[in-house]
């Protein structure tokens, strides 16, 4: 009997997930970000994801990682709710919208002119996943009464460049660090790419 190749993982995509997990862990779980504030990396953590685990369980997995520590730091450590509506599934597409993009960026060749392109990708990626997380939460989330999208569009221009500078920041580290690995170890560029 064999396993389905949807949940077999390489120890390279497992190192990735593992990876993404702990940071996951670390910043989601406010473990840190009450102590000093963390911007988030969840959108550049699902670009990287698709970037390197193109497997539908790797999004699916670390989705639930997510909302389980939403749930958990809500329920036990008092986190507040507010952003926890019939909404919150809106992230779905939020979220995939940056897996996807990142798998998108595996296809383009690994060199420094890459970046500039990589970079517009981000930040048209972002910019739906916002659309998505932000504009469910404001039309979906029954938190603003009589919602319309003269009153959405400021708050389009309020929170989004938080959001672009937090995922434009995480993903720049997940380059330079995988610049860094390729630099030590080029072979795993070959490994990658079959």
């Known amino acids: 009997m064999t396993r389905s190749t949807a949940f077999q993982f390489n120890r390279f995509e497992l190192t990735i997930l593992g990876i993404l997990a702990a940071v996951m862990l670390l910043t989601r779980s406010h473990a840190l970000t009450h102590l000093v504030h963390i911007p988030s990396t969840a959108l550049a953590s699902f670009f990287v994801l698709g970037y390197f685990v193109r497997r539908f369980t790797g999004f699916a997995g670390l989705f639930a990682l997510g909302y389980a520590i939403d749930v958990v730091s809500i329920s036990m450590l008092g986190v507040s709710d507010f952003c926890y509506t019939p909404a919150y599934a809106m992230l779905i597409p939020a979220y995939a919208t940056m897996w996807l993009a990142g ?46 999208i003269a009153e959405f569009l400021p708050r389009i221009a309020r929170y989004f460049p938080f959001s672009l500078v937090s995922s434009l920041m995480w993903t720049g580290v997940a380059v330079a660090l995988w610049a860094l690995l390729l630099t030590a170890r080029p072979e795993l560029r070959r490994e990658r790419s079959r």
């Open 103 to 148: 798998r998108y960026a595996a296809r383009m060749p690994e060199r420094l002119q890459s970046l500039p392109a990589m970079a517009v990708l981000v930040v048209a990626a972002t910019f739906v996943s916002h659309l998505f997380s932000s504009g469910g939460f404001y039309f979906l989330g029954g938190r603003f009464p009589d919602p319309t």
